[in-house]
Nanobody, 120 residues
Framework: QVQLVESGGGSVQAGDSLRLSCAAS????????MGWFRQAPGKEREFVAQ?????????SYADSVKGRFTISRDNAKKMVYLQMNSLKPEDTAVYYC????????????WGQGTQVTVSS
């Protein structure tokens, strides 16, 4: 089993920055990818960013956050981060950390989420 715990959410003004953290524990030795997703009130959960490692490290982002958000990891600490700059009110959502232990990169472990609220 894998446990994921997010932290770093909060309430900020438009244009501010936040850094979300995700701590992974348990059977993480077969991790293929970690990512961030978000869900705004009344909307479906959507992809935000992910970092994959299999022979090399690759990152990808949703178009809505490209250039503003950066995903990174610290293998030694089993942490993944999401640096969010130039936040907009439309970034308001619950942000979830996810981890894939499957070689097809399907996310099979999820955290409980952390709230990010951006006011104009």
């Amino acid at each position: 089993q894998v446990q994921l715990v997010e932290s770093g959410g909060g309430s900020v003004q438009a244009g501010d920055s936040l850094r979300l953290s995700c701590a992974a524990s348990g059977r993480t030795f077969s991790t293929y990818a970690m990512g961030w997703f978000r869900q705004a009130p009344g909307k479906e959960r959507e992809f935000v960013a992910q970092i994959k490692w299999s022979g090399g490290t690759t990152t990808s982002y949703a178009d809505s956050v490209k250039g503003r958000f950066t995903i990174s990891r610290d293998n030694a600490k089993k942490m993944v981060y999401l640096q969010m700059n130039s936040l907009k009110p439309e970034d308001t959502a619950v942000y979830y950390c996810a981890l894939a232990t499957r070689s097809d990169y399907v996310y099979n472990y999820w955290g409980q989420g952390t709230q990010v609220t951006v006011s104009s």
